[in-house]
Protein backbone atom coordinates (compact mmCIF):
# COMPACT_ATOMS: atom_id res chain seq x y z
CA UNK A 1 0.00 0.00 0.00
CA UNK A 2 0.97 3.39 -0.81
CA UNK A 3 2.14 5.26 2.21
CA UNK A 4 1.39 8.94 3.55
CA UNK A 5 4.72 11.08 3.59
CA UNK A 6 6.14 12.81 7.00
CA UNK A 7 9.88 14.29 7.65
CA UNK A 8 11.78 11.32 9.07
CA UNK A 9 13.12 13.95 11.95
CA UNK A 10 12.01 17.08 13.26
CA UNK A 11 14.26 18.77 16.08
CA UNK A 12 13.07 21.80 18.07
CA UNK A 13 14.58 23.56 21.81
CA UNK A 14 12.71 23.07 24.78
CA UNK A 15 9.55 25.65 24.63
CA UNK A 16 9.54 25.66 20.94
CA UNK A 17 6.55 25.04 18.52
CA UNK A 18 6.95 22.41 16.10
CA UNK A 19 4.72 21.28 13.06
CA UNK A 20 4.68 18.01 11.93
CA UNK A 21 3.48 17.28 8.57
CA UNK A 22 2.05 14.45 6.77
CA UNK A 23 1.31 14.10 2.83
CA UNK A 24 -1.65 12.15 1.46
CA UNK A 25 -3.83 12.17 -1.55
CA UNK A 26 -7.41 12.70 -2.29
CA UNK A 27 -8.13 8.90 -1.61
CA UNK A 28 -7.25 9.18 2.19
CA UNK A 29 -5.78 12.77 4.16
CA UNK A 30 -7.80 14.48 1.68
CA UNK A 31 -11.16 12.43 1.98
CA UNK A 32 -11.52 10.40 5.20
CA UNK A 33 -9.38 12.85 7.67
CA UNK A 34 -5.86 11.44 9.46
CA UNK A 35 -5.32 10.13 12.79
CA UNK A 36 -2.04 10.95 14.68
CA UNK A 37 -0.84 8.65 17.05
CA UNK A 38 2.49 9.39 19.58
CA UNK A 39 4.93 6.58 20.27
CA UNK A 40 7.56 6.34 23.13
CA UNK A 41 10.54 4.23 22.87
CA UNK A 42 9.00 0.53 24.18
CA UNK A 43 5.69 1.60 24.64
CA UNK A 44 2.46 1.08 22.12
CA UNK A 45 1.00 4.15 19.93
CA UNK A 46 -1.29 6.82 21.81
CA UNK A 47 -3.95 8.53 19.93
CA UNK A 48 -3.65 12.68 19.71
CA UNK A 49 -6.50 12.98 17.26
CA UNK A 50 -8.83 11.66 14.68
CA UNK A 51 -10.62 12.63 11.42
CA UNK A 52 -7.95 15.58 11.65
CA UNK A 53 -8.98 17.94 14.34
CA UNK A 54 -10.26 15.94 17.23
CA UNK A 55 -9.04 15.42 20.14
CA UNK A 56 -9.61 12.72 22.92
CA UNK A 57 -10.08 13.29 26.62
CA UNK A 58 -6.41 13.79 28.40
CA UNK A 59 -4.66 14.87 25.44
CA UNK A 60 -2.73 18.01 26.39
CA UNK A 61 -4.28 21.20 24.82
CA UNK A 62 -0.35 22.15 23.87
CA UNK A 63 -1.08 19.88 20.86
CA UNK A 64 -3.47 20.63 17.92
CA UNK A 65 -4.34 18.50 14.45
CA UNK A 66 -5.31 20.44 11.19
CA UNK A 67 -5.72 19.92 7.65
CA UNK A 68 -5.23 21.61 4.54
CA UNK A 69 -6.34 19.78 1.10
CA UNK A 70 -4.01 16.69 1.53
CA UNK A 71 -2.18 17.40 4.10
CA UNK A 72 -2.57 16.69 7.38
CA UNK A 73 -0.46 18.92 10.51
CA UNK A 74 0.30 18.39 13.63
CA UNK A 75 1.35 20.89 15.78
CA UNK A 76 2.78 21.01 19.60
CA UNK A 77 3.35 24.44 21.29
CA UNK A 78 5.72 24.71 25.02
CA UNK A 79 7.57 21.65 23.67
CA UNK A 80 8.21 19.77 26.86
CA UNK A 81 11.20 16.74 27.04
CA UNK A 82 7.93 14.17 27.59
CA UNK A 83 7.04 15.28 24.00
CA UNK A 84 10.57 13.26 22.73
CA UNK A 85 8.62 10.49 20.68
CA UNK A 86 7.49 9.22 17.32
CA UNK A 87 4.65 10.57 16.04
CA UNK A 88 2.78 8.92 13.23
CA UNK A 89 -0.22 9.97 10.69
CA UNK A 90 -2.71 6.79 9.62
CA UNK A 91 -5.51 7.53 7.51
CA UNK A 92 -8.52 5.03 5.81
CA UNK A 93 -7.90 4.82 1.79
CA UNK A 94 -11.01 4.90 0.51
CA UNK A 95 -9.27 3.78 -3.43
CA UNK A 96 -7.06 1.02 -1.60
CA UNK A 97 -9.40 0.12 1.37
CA UNK A 98 -7.10 0.05 3.47
CA UNK A 99 -5.23 2.11 6.55
CA UNK A 100 -2.26 3.94 5.16
CA UNK A 101 0.49 5.01 7.46
CA UNK A 102 3.25 7.20 7.19
CA UNK A 103 6.60 6.32 7.90
CA UNK A 104 6.97 8.81 10.89
CA UNK A 105 8.66 11.66 12.35
CA UNK A 106 11.04 11.60 15.35
CA UNK A 107 10.43 14.51 17.47
CA UNK A 108 14.06 15.60 19.24
CA UNK A 109 13.52 18.33 21.90
CA UNK A 110 16.76 19.82 22.30
CA UNK B 1 -11.95 1.98 32.06
CA UNK B 2 -11.36 0.35 28.57
CA UNK B 3 -8.57 -2.40 28.28
CA UNK B 4 -6.99 -4.11 24.85
CA UNK B 5 -4.90 -6.85 25.67
CA UNK B 6 -3.52 -9.16 22.93
CA UNK B 7 -2.58 -12.65 23.14
CA UNK B 8 -1.10 -15.52 21.06
CA UNK B 9 2.44 -14.74 19.97
CA UNK B 10 5.91 -16.43 20.41
CA UNK B 11 8.50 -17.89 18.58
CA UNK B 12 7.00 -19.84 15.42
CA UNK B 13 9.28 -21.99 12.66
CA UNK B 14 8.86 -20.40 8.77
CA UNK B 15 5.75 -21.52 7.02
CA UNK B 16 4.16 -22.26 10.66
CA UNK B 17 0.77 -21.05 11.75
CA UNK B 18 -0.08 -18.78 14.70
CA UNK B 19 -3.19 -17.70 16.00
CA UNK B 20 -3.60 -14.28 18.15
CA UNK B 21 -6.38 -13.37 20.23
CA UNK B 22 -7.38 -9.40 21.14
CA UNK B 23 -10.20 -9.39 24.52
CA UNK B 24 -11.50 -6.15 24.77
CA UNK B 25 -13.23 -4.75 28.78
CA UNK B 26 -15.14 -1.82 29.13
CA UNK B 27 -16.72 -0.84 25.68
CA UNK B 28 -18.92 -2.51 23.65
CA UNK B 29 -16.99 -4.26 20.68
CA UNK B 30 -19.50 -4.44 18.51
CA UNK B 31 -19.75 -0.71 18.00
CA UNK B 32 -16.72 -0.70 17.04
CA UNK B 33 -14.57 -1.68 13.30
CA UNK B 34 -11.78 -3.38 14.53
CA UNK B 35 -7.76 -3.25 13.37
CA UNK B 36 -4.45 -5.35 13.66
CA UNK B 37 -1.61 -2.94 13.36
CA UNK B 38 1.94 -4.30 13.34
CA UNK B 39 5.58 -3.25 14.39
CA UNK B 40 8.97 -4.93 12.98
CA UNK B 41 11.76 -4.01 15.27
CA UNK B 42 13.26 -0.83 14.61
CA UNK B 43 10.56 0.40 11.96
CA UNK B 44 7.41 1.73 11.97
CA UNK B 45 3.71 0.70 12.22
CA UNK B 46 2.04 -1.08 9.59
CA UNK B 47 -1.52 -2.01 8.92
CA UNK B 48 -2.19 -5.61 8.25
CA UNK B 49 -6.28 -5.98 8.84
CA UNK B 50 -9.66 -4.70 9.52
CA UNK B 51 -12.62 -6.22 10.51
CA UNK B 52 -16.06 -4.43 10.37
CA UNK B 53 -18.02 -4.40 13.30
CA UNK B 54 -20.22 -7.25 12.52
CA UNK B 55 -17.70 -8.62 10.51
CA UNK B 56 -19.27 -8.83 7.19
CA UNK B 57 -16.27 -6.94 5.53
CA UNK B 58 -12.19 -7.72 6.22
CA UNK B 59 -9.05 -6.00 4.11
CA UNK B 60 -6.02 -6.77 4.14
CA UNK B 61 -2.67 -5.47 3.74
CA UNK B 62 -1.47 -7.20 0.08
CA UNK B 63 1.04 -8.80 2.09
CA UNK B 64 -0.74 -10.93 3.79
CA UNK B 65 -3.98 -11.74 1.79
CA UNK B 66 -4.52 -15.51 1.56
CA UNK B 67 -2.17 -16.39 4.82
CA UNK B 68 -3.79 -14.58 6.96
CA UNK B 69 -7.34 -14.22 8.15
CA UNK B 70 -9.04 -11.57 10.86
CA UNK B 71 -12.41 -12.51 12.91
CA UNK B 72 -14.67 -11.75 15.77
CA UNK B 73 -16.75 -12.97 18.13
CA UNK B 74 -18.64 -10.01 19.93
CA UNK B 75 -19.97 -11.95 22.32
CA UNK B 76 -16.64 -12.69 23.69
CA UNK B 77 -15.65 -9.03 23.22
CA UNK B 78 -12.81 -10.64 21.03
CA UNK B 79 -10.84 -10.11 17.43
CA UNK B 80 -8.69 -12.86 15.92
CA UNK B 81 -5.94 -12.95 14.06
CA UNK B 82 -5.48 -16.33 12.31
CA UNK B 83 -1.76 -16.41 11.05
CA UNK B 84 -0.51 -19.37 8.36
CA UNK B 85 2.65 -19.78 5.89
CA UNK B 86 4.50 -17.28 8.43
CA UNK B 87 7.69 -15.58 6.90
CA UNK B 88 10.65 -13.98 8.20
CA UNK B 89 9.23 -10.83 7.18
CA UNK B 90 6.60 -10.74 9.63
CA UNK B 91 8.03 -11.21 12.81
CA UNK B 92 6.89 -8.05 15.03
CA UNK B 93 5.02 -6.94 17.63
CA UNK B 94 1.10 -7.13 16.72
CA UNK B 95 -1.20 -4.77 18.00
CA UNK B 96 -5.05 -4.56 17.95
CA UNK B 97 -6.62 -1.22 17.47
CA UNK B 98 -9.39 0.64 17.22
CA UNK B 99 -8.49 3.18 15.18
CA UNK B 100 -10.94 6.25 15.43
CA UNK B 101 -11.30 5.56 19.53
CA UNK B 102 -7.77 5.08 20.23
CA UNK B 103 -7.81 2.13 21.95
CA UNK B 104 -4.61 -0.13 21.56
CA UNK B 105 -3.47 -2.91 23.21
CA UNK B 106 0.44 -3.02 24.22
CA UNK B 107 1.04 -5.85 21.65
CA UNK B 108 2.28 -9.57 21.29
CA UNK B 109 5.37 -10.23 19.77
CA UNK B 110 5.54 -12.65 16.89
CA UNK B 111 8.98 -13.93 15.94
CA UNK B 112 9.55 -16.32 12.45
CA UNK B 113 12.62 -17.87 12.58
CA UNK B 114 13.93 -21.35 12.40
Known amino acids: HAGLTQPPSVSKDLGQTATLTCTGNSNNVGHQGAVWLQQHQGHPPKLLSY???NRPSGISERLSASRSGTIASLTIVGLQPEDEADYYC???????????FGGGTKLTVL | EVQVVESGGGLVQPGGSLRLSCAASGLTLSNFWMTWVRQAPGKGLEWVAT????????YYVDSVKGRFTISRDNARSSVYLQMSSLRAEDTAVYYC???????WGQGTLVTVSS
Open chain 1, 51 to 53: RNT
Open chain 1, 90 to 100: SAWDSSLTGWV
Open chain 2, 97 to 103: ASMYMGY
Open chain 2, 51 to 58: IKEDGSDK
